[in-house]
Each structure stands twice: as C-alpha cells, then as structure tokens.
C-alpha cells in the first residue's frame, strides 16, 4: 500500500527521527527558581504528554499543588514522594522528549545547597545549561555556585532564563538589570554562547513562542535557541583514548581489548601506545558483535586487536602513539567535595579515572574557592560542596589528560574506602611533572638481605586503643623481651614522636591524618632496614590505620587492638586529660568529644585492664613465634 501523498511512511518517520542531533541539557540555579516547573511546561506545551499522564498531573496538582487552580509543571518531574511533600528537588531527573529538529535529554537538578553533588552529576553529562533566575531576587549563592561547576565540568553554552518575569510586571528593566549582574560575574568563566531570555515557565511565555507580553524583547524563544544552539562534540577530535573495560579472550586464538572509545577515533593500521608501560604497536582490527570496522569513534564499544602480544589489563588507556597521556601518580586538580565528612588532607581514598580504580590521598589544599567573590582562601580541609584547587598523590601511577584537553580522561571521582560512597569530584588541571623525574634507587642491599642478619622477619607492631588503655606500657615490655632475645626493634610513641617529627601538628581531625601519615612512612623506612619496629599510637580512625598498613608488604603489618573499656582508661588518668576534656579545656579528644573507631580485623586483640601488662605483653611474643618473625 502506497503511503498517503505528502506524509511520511512511519518507517520514513523513524529514520528521521534516528538520524536528528541530540542535545544535553540541565536546568539549575537556586531554590524555587522554576527548574522543574519549566521542563513540565516543556513537555506540556510540546505536547509529549500521554493522557494518563494528564490525568495523574491534574490530581496530583490538587493533592501537592502551589500554583492553585493551574497545574503545577513541577509535578511531572519531582517523581519522589519527598520531593511532592516538599516541593523541593532532591535528586536528579531525567526527561526525554524530541521536536522535528532535534531531539533532547533534560536533567533537572536540585537547587538546594546540600544537594550540590546532585547538581553536578546532573552537569557532568551535559552540553548545555539553562541557569535560571528567580526575577524577583536576582542573582544568589547557588547561582554563582552552579554557574561555576558548570563551567568547572566544561559546558561552554548557557541560556541564562530570568523566570517569574511576569511577577516583575514583565519589567524589561530588571531583566536587563539581571543580565547585565550575571555577565560581569560570569565573564572569566569561557562560555562560548550565553543568551539571557525572560520566561514565565508557569505561563509559557517565551518558552515556545515568543510573548506578547515581553514586546521589547526579540530574542528566540527558549525552545527555538535549543533546536539551533550549535553544540558540536568535540570528543570525535581528541586524541584517541580508550581505557580498557575487559580482556576478551573467548579461546586461545583470540585476545582482544574491549573499551568504549572516550574520545578521538582509531582506525585499523594505527599505531596506538598503552599508556602505562609505553609499549607501542598497532591495530589489528576493530571488532563489534555486528562485524569488523574499519574506524571506531568516541562514544563507539569496541574491541581492539593488536598486531603485538603486549601486557595490557582492565584500566590501563590504549591511546594514539603520537598524542600520548601523561602517565604519572601526581598531578594537580580542581575537586567538588561532595560529602557531609570533610575531606582531610593525608587520608586515604580512592579515585577512579576511566575504569582505573587506585588509592589516593590529597597531599595538599592549595586554595579553595569563595563562590560568591571567587576569591582564594586557604584552607586546611574540604567541607561539604566545598570546591578548591588540591594536589593528589596516587599509590601507582595513572594516565590522564589535563580535563581542558580531553574532559574524558581528565575527570575523576573520589571514593571513601570504607562506606565505598562517593565524596567528591574533580578535574584534573596538569600533572606534577617531577612525579616523572622521581624513580625508585636500585639498592644492592636489599630489605631481606638486612633481616637475614638480624634472624627476624621485619614487621610493624602498630598499638592502638584509648589514651590509657596501655598500649605504649605493653609495647615497651614487648620491647624488652624482644631485645631479650636478640632482636633489633625500635619504637615509636605517640607522645614522643610529637616532640620532633610532628612537633608542628595539632589535635585537629586533619593534623591527626598526617600525624599518622608521616609516622607509617617512617616505619616503612625501619621496615626496609629490617626492623621490627614498635608504633603506640591512638590512630584513632580506621582510614588512616588501613593506609598505614598498605604501605607495607605481605605479612609486615600487624594491628594490636589494645582493647580497654573507656571507664578502665579513664579512671587511669595519669595525665588529668580525660578531667580536663570533661571540663570542655581540651578539644577533639578521642573518647570524649572524638570518636575512636575500633578495629573491625585487628590480628591481635588484647583485653586491656583484665589481665596484667606482662600476661598481654606475653601474648605478642607468642604471636610473632607462631607466625615466624623472630
């Protein structure tokens, strides 16, 4: 049956509607400012609304509704019960919807404070924002908040919406007045279009077609500029870069590399590097379930075969041979924090950077960021939606590209290592280049060949426990009986240390995360002289007795929990602190006003105040015979 003249086949339509560009937005700004109202208005007013949608809106409207008679448009995105109950925001929601020209994903993100990290999850993944503006107050803190992460994660196009114009009496000099604020703030931040247009998203003007009642206004409406904003990708003219998902190795004869190729494109023949060893070779083929390639471009899941058997695995970044990563474990960085707990300099996380996950900790604040002066502040921790400029330090060297070159590859995410939820965000800005030009001295004598003469096994004996549970008692006993036995030890105490090395350290959650750090890579220098090497401190937080023991090798941490309950340690109070921490003169001190976090595996638990120190000191000595070290 022929198709009725002049329409479409429905087969045509599809095509059509396959082949239409994409455009990725996300609406932002400050509390009550009409983001969720104006993607209703959106679906509403491009009629993509199905008539069951319709009917649950009109309900909905009555039961959660604040615009009175009308249908309240935020409904149809804030989807959580809270968000109605509310009529807040709370977490990201997606829309899809399509005109005959283009076809759109919209994200609707939350404009209060606490829900930042949700905002900028939102514009991680998009090309545009429309940063909305309240007419009747003006430009706040979040909107210099959220125009700065946009501009952070790289969206380089903005419609800046002046919203509830028509409660301004549709004054084109507030508008212009908004206009003019917003442009001289955000005038360093490098949007490559920014076009401000008045709206009342409740009322639909300007939204689709241009109001009558902003005469003085002829700009395109919000839906014609995001049918013809020209938003190319960039990603196609990148270097190529393709982090490894998995090896493919079905059976003997085949060994390939899957990945989603993060930018540039690769073609059969090219010659491609694997970052981390600098190996070179090139491709054998591109392989899909669908067949062979002859190219493969950014956003494309392929697997690459090489003409070479090199050693490659999940994490490591093939890349084009002549625009290669920088590879390297430092490198500088603008970070979004993203959690209630502050982050602490020294303390151990993990970042992931494509598909490679590895430990990290920030080793120092430059500066963080006063978003409403844009001003750099010093600062010794990161607080929640906090954004600053810090140096990282990985465990193993990792690829990368500064985020400005490839946003794909130059974008990371901070992990906590023990609730696994993520913390923060950032960008990388460069690498720390001496990270490069700092290598391992080869040294003749060896770690082992140093015990050997000391008939020991090296280990670090790490106390922990409250102040007066008797770790540093039952530490200098074992001392004793080691050296009894002829053993080489040494000792680190908490207080002690503090006179020299960590004279320049606090109380603070911060100064006690490099208090421990600096002391566990001095007892991984006494390890690798061969030491048995005795640490009595607090540590009262797991992170930080976890990154102490991963600095060690296989079997030459072992924590000792000495377990003493609180009333026990406190009626020892040989120095008056627990007294004066009760009395408010001592601040952040573990057990009162600071949490100590018990070990949840330690290999030895010592029952502090039931047995005698000698009976617990015994103990350790048995334990360090069972397993071999002396």
């Not at 060994?255 to 690769?266: C, D, K, L, N, P």
Request: charge should be negative.
């Amino acid at each position: 049956m022929e198709p009725t003249k002049g329409l479409a086949s429905p087969l045509d339509q599809l095509s059509a509607h396959e082949t239409k560009g994409l455009l990725r937005f996300l609406t932002c700004g400050s509390v009550d400012d009409g983001k969720s109202t104006l993607i209703g208005r959106l679906l509403y007013d491009t009629k993509l609304l199905f008539e069951d949608q319709l009917a649950t809106l009109e309900s909905d409207s009555r039961k959660h509704g604040t615009t009175g008679e009308d249908l309240d448009f935020a409904l149809l995105v804030d989807g959580l019960a809270a968000e109605r109950e509310q009529g807040i925001t709370i977490d990201v929601a997606y829309r899809f919807f399509a005109t005959e020209k283009r076809k759109f994903i919209v994200a609707d993100t939350p404009g209060h404070e606490q829900y930042t990290r949700n905002m900028a999850t939102g514009a991680s993944n998009s090309d545009l924002a429309v940063i909305l503006i309240d007419a009747r107050k003006g430009i706040l803190t979040q909107t210099r908040r959220h125009s700065y992460i946009a501009a952070l994660l790289g969206i380089h196009h903005v419609v800046l919406a002046v919203n509830k114009i028509d409660l301004a009496d549709f004054s084109q000099a507030v508008f212009d007045e908004i206009v003019a604020a917003y442009r001289a703030f955000a005038k360093d931040f490098g949007f490559k279009t920014l076009v401000a247009i008045p709206l009342s998203a409740r009322f639909g003007d300007n939204v689709l077609t241009p109001s009558a009642r902003t005469p003085w206004y002829t700009g395109p409406a919000l839906l014609e500029h995001l049918e013809q904003v020209e938003v190319v990708s960039a990603a196609a003219g990148r270097p190529f870069r393709m982090p490894v998902q998995w090896v493919n190795r079905p059976n003997l004869d085949f060994r390939g590399f899957s990945g989603t190729v993060a930018s540039g494109t690769v073609r059969a023949g090219d010659e491609v590097v694997i970052a981390s060893s600098g190996v070179t070779t090139r491709v054998k083929s591109i392989v899909t379930a669908d067949g062979d390639l002859a190219e493969a471009v950014a956003g494309e899941a392929v697997t690459l075969t090489l003409a070479d058997e090199v050693d490659a695995s999940r994490g490591d970044v093939i890349a084009a041979a002549a625009a290669r990563p920088e590879f390297s474990d430092q490198f500088a960085a603008h970070l979004i924090w993203m959690h209630d707990e502050p982050l602490l300099p020294g303390r151990s996380y993990l970042i992931k950077i494509g598909t490679r996950t590895v430990g990290a900790s920030v080793t120092e604040i430059k500066h963080k960021v006063d978003v409403n002066t844009f001003q750099h502040l010093a600062a010794k921790t990161l607080a929640l939606n906090e954004v600053a400029v810090v140096n990282f330090s990985t465990q193993a060297p990792v690829a990368f590209d500064p985020f400005g070159a490839v946003p794909q590859t130059g974008a990371f995410i901070v992990i906590d290592r023990m609730s696994n939820l993520t913390v923060g965000a950032g960008m990388i800005d460069f690498g720390l280049r001496r990270a490069t030009n700092v290598h391992w001295q080869a040294l003749e004598v060896t770690k082992d060949s140093r015990a050997a003469l000391k008939a020991q096994k090296p280990v670090v004996l790490w106390f922990t426990g409250l102040s007066g549970a008797g770790k540093s008692t039952i530490a200098n006993i074992v001392e004793k009986k080691l050296h009894v036995l002829g053993r080489h030890t040494t000792m680190l105490d908490g207080d002690n240390v503090r006179h020299g090395l960590n004279r320049d350290l606090g109380f603070t959650e911060a100064d006690r995360v490099e208090n421990i750090r600096r002391v566990a890579e001095v007892s991984r220098l006494f390890v690798d002289a061969g030491l048995i090497v005795l640490v009595s401190f607090i540590s009262p937080f797991r992170a930080e007795r976890r990154m102490a023991r991963e600095l060690m090798g296989p079997g030459e941490f072992v924590e000792i929990f000495v377990d003493t309950p609180l009333a026990v340690a406190e009626s020892r109070d040989v120095k008056g602190l627990y007294k004066r921490a009760r009395a408010g003169e001592i601040r952040n001190f573990t057990g009162i006003d600071s949490p100590y976090e018990s070990p949840e595996a330690a290999e030895i638990t010592l029952l502090g105040g039931t047995k005698d120190p000698e009976a617990l000191a015994d103990e350790v000595i048995r334990y360090l015979q069972a397993s071999g070290h002396i």
